[in-house]
């Protein structure tokens, strides 16, 4: 039972966040159509507020947009510019932290009877040749939170010519039946590999767009330039690092997702990037520790829109430094004694973080560098960069969460085998032959040093888009810890547990 | 025997030197011809710290365990490593007190790892009573944040050249060691704008017999590495016109030092020219 002051606080702020939800729900337009709270029907016409608070499981996620509200009537990243009735905030959802979780997923297929454009045959069903009206067709949407990504095969260059793969591929167990389909198959006459992924959010884009080194030490070669800008590709752009820029990701998705074939005009390639480049996305408030922009805590979405991208962890810029207030010994009189003990659970979190050394193996990009294998190092040795997690370097690196042997079982995802031609090396610890359920950044490389290898993601926010990894393999917070834990034999205390999943859930 | 002393007498008798503890070790390093090997490496989690783990290999021709972390590149477990390297000598202690190897073996230093193909048994041993090394980062090796304001070299230029060695058999450019060779380059032709940006690969492929076995690396990798450092300076300022890349087998080494030499033939030269 929550202390009264507990409970009149949650109260003030559960008001705040109906008040936030009524300013975005206002419309900009008469003839805006009625929509189910929460969820953003394109061409809606509404007005993005600049600030947004919405509930999640453990607290309330605002979404900032720091160029103040925005009109959406006519931007391109609310409006439904392709043939199957999606826009881009479709899977890039407010409430879901511009994600997209299960839990809304699930709500809009239930509202919709399946019908909403988000499950969408394209990519939204786990194959377009199934019956689209049963939900079973859609499953790993509806289960995971996972969307069909078809890649070409062979892999293609940026600029679409072809790279002779250092491996060939087959598929074991065709789980959705789309990677031996006569259509959109392997063997079809457009050769396609299907792998299931979550939506990345479209925020905090700044960081994912930074670089804190001019060299990418995972190939000690400097990153490539952009011959239009002039600057360098930081290489942190989706899971597998198929595309360079936000420009490359937006045409790639209105073309992918969008089912948009025609080019847009520079006007709203514009619109798209300087809207999605003014989101920030962190969690405000904890249910259990209380506000997370108060008492000299610097969480929230404002400062990570304040702050330098790029910056690397370390003795002046220490990873998650936002919080290192509630480090401090005394004992704020108008805390309750859950509050204390939640935020000194966050604060052990963040030394565990940062200095709890653990033994790192068989992680190509990590340990085939000249690290070695194994190597010590910490959660922050990968999540390096400050605010947000995320690798200061392109951030490709095979956890496990994909190739087999670490891959937890998941009979519902497709599996490949993949085998390393003779004249190429194999992979570095897998060898020759590697199964994996997606072959990740080695669909972009062709390389087999690279199978299984995902781009590090963001950490902000991340409470209010479930499920988590890739393909959706951890549906919990609790379940990212407990991957670790299992794969890199970490023998995390229930208590060390309790205090990243405490960590995690205030970013 | 005190504790220490004891450490120092197991370390060394494991090693198999426990007849030269009456010698000096300096008088061992006076004697050092260099040593070249090849060995399964074994990891020693000495848990002080991130990067604190020790590498151990034995030399098949004398028994004797060296320490090998001190190189560049560290091994991969289950995996056989080529060393070559000298012992540490009595003078230079600042990397590793001589009297009390901290992970239990000879030291090799400088000390080149390669890592081979081959695979052999993983094996991994706890502390023991070891301390290994505390990871220090050496400033040299870090190159500014890339939002520093560069400092370009002033002139006068003049023709030059650098190397940058590679281990047996890679085109991999190695960590806080490549990067900074590279990125002085890349400041002097951007400040110089050099008439001629040559790029020489070699790979050194005439067999050597190391522990039985013969090691001779492809001529194809002269020619890899010869393009992944022209194409890291494409990258850093060096355009198609300038830059002209070539490859060769078996170059003469930089270095005559014991247990270097070899090492050094693994190289690209990069010479600038007006």
């Not at chain 1, 900032?64 to 931007?75: I, M, Q, S, W, Y």
């Not at chain 1, 080194?213 to 690092?241: C, E, H, Q, S």
């Not at chain 1, 929230?300 to 370390?314: E, I, R």
């Not at chain 2, 590149?73 to 060393?83: A, D, M, N, S």
Request: net charge positive; aromatic share 8%.
């Amino acid at each position: 039972m929550p202390s009264t002051r507990a409970r009149h606080a949650l109260i003030t702020l559960l008001a705040a966040v109906c008040v936030s939800c009524l300013a975005s729900a206002s419309q900009a337009g008469e003839s805006a159509p009625q929509e189910p709270a929460g969820w953003w029907v394109p061409d809606s016409n509404r007005i993005f507020p600049e600030r947004a608070n919405y509930p999640d499981a453990t607290g309330i996620v605002t979404v900032l947009h720091a160029g103040g509200p925005v009109d959406t009537r006519g931007n391109p990243f609310f409006t439904s510019i392709g043939e199957n009735g999606r826009a881009c905030v479709t899977c890039h959802q407010p409430t879901d932290g511009m994600s997209v979780s299960v839990k809304s997923l699930d709500a809009r297929w239930a509202a919709t009877h399946g019908k909403d454009p988000i499950f969408a045959a394209t990519d939204g069903s786990n194959c377009p040749s199934l019956p689209q009206d049963e939900a079973s067709s859609h499953s790993l949407l509806l289960t995971r939170g996972l969307f069909r990504i078809a890649r070409p095969w062979p892999p293609r260059t940026p600029d679409g010519h072809p790279i002779a793969p250092q491996f060939t591929i087959e598929v074991m167990h065709d789980a959705t039946g789309c990677n031996l389909d006569p259509i959109y198959g392997l063997k079809s006459a457009h050769p396609m590999v299907s792998v299931f992924r979550r939506p990345r959010p479209a925020a905090n884009l700044k960081y994912v767009t930074a670089y804190g080194f001019v060299f990418d030490p995972k190939t000690g070669l400097p990153l490539a330039i952009d011959p239009r800008t002039g600057l360098r590709y930081a290489g942190n752009l989706m899971a597998d690092g198929r595309v360079r820029t936000l420009q490359e990701q937006a045409i790639d998705a209105l073309r992918s997702h969008l089912q948009r074939y025609a080019p847009v005009s520079a006007r709203q390639m514009r619109e798209i990037i300087d809207f999605e480049t003014r989101i920030y996305v962190a969690q405000s408030y904890d249910f259990a520790g209380g506000s997370l922009t108060a008492d000299g805590v610097q969480g929230g979405p404002d400062a990570l829109a304040a702050a330098k991208p790029g910056v690397l962890d370390g003795p002046y810029d220490a990873q998650w430094a936002e919080f290192a207030a509630w480090a401090k010994d005394d004992h704020d009189p108008q805390l309750t004694a859950a509050q204390s003990a939640f935020r000194a659970s966050v604060v052990r979190g963040i030394d565990f973080f940062r200095n709890h050394t653990f033994l790192i193996t068989d992680s190509a990009g990590l340990n085939s560098m000249n690290f070695g294998n194994p190597t010590r190092n910490t959660c922050s040795f990968c999540h390096n960069m400050t605010r947000t997690g995320m690798d200061v370097a392109p951030g490709q690196v095979d956890l496990g969460t994909t190739n087999l042997p670490f891959a937890d079982p998941a009979p519902d995802l497709p599996l490949f085998k993949l085998t390393c031609k003779q004249q190429y090396p194999p992979h570095p610890f897998l060898g020759r032959v590697v199964y994996t359920h997606d072959p990740g950044y080695a669909l972009t490389t062709g390389k087999c040093e690279d199978i299984g290898k995902i781009t590090i993601q963001d950490m902000r926010g991340i409470a209010a888009r479930p499920p988590y990894f890739s393909n959706g393999s951890a549906h919990t917070l609790r379940d990212i810890v407990n991957f670790y834990d299992r794969r890199y034999h970490i023998g995390l205390t229930e208590q060390q547990k309790t205090d990243l999943i405490n960590l995690l859930r205030v970013l | 025997m005190s504790l220490p002393g004891k450490r120092r007498a197991r370390a060394l008798g494991r090693a198999g030197l426990a007849g030269l503890i009456g010698l000096g070790l300096g008088q061992i390093a006076l004697a050092d011809a260099g040593r070249a090997f090849v060995g399964c490496p074994v990891y020693r989690d000495t848990n002080s710290g991130r990067k604190s783990g020790c590498w151990l290999a034995i030399d098949p021709s004398s028994g004797i365990r060296y320490d090998i972390s001190l190189g560049r590149t560290k091994p991969q477990i289950g995996r056989e490593v080529l060393v070559e390297g000298r012992l540490q000598s009595a003078s230079d202690s600042s990397k590793s007190p001589v009297e009390h190897p901290p992970c239990g073996g000879v030291v090799l230093t400088p000390v080149v790892v390669s890592v081979l193909s081959s695979i052999c048994p993983v094996f991994m041993l706890p502390a023991e009573g070891y301390t290994g090394r505390r990871f220090v980062l050496d400033p040299k090796v870090v190159l500014a944040p890339a939002d520093v304001i560069e400092k370009l070299p002033p002139p006068p230029y003049r023709a030059r050249t650098w190397w940058i060695e590679f281990t047996y058999g890679s085109d991999f450019l190695q960590y806080q060691y490549s990067e900074i060779i590279l990125d002085e380059i890349g400041r002097y032709i951007r400040a110089s704008h050099p008439r001629d940006v040559e790029v020489i690969g070699y790979a050194v492929t005439q067999p050597r017999m190391i522990s039985g076995r013969q090691i001779a690396e492809s001529p194809q990798v002269a020619r890899q590495r010869a393009e992944m450092v022209a194409l890291a300076l494409s990258r850093l300022g060096a355009t198609p016109s300038v830059l002209h890349v070539t490859w060769r087998d078996n170059p003469a080494p930089l270095t005559h030092q014991a247990g270097l030499a070899e090492a050094s033939r693994r190289r690209v030269d990069i010479r600038l020219s007006y």
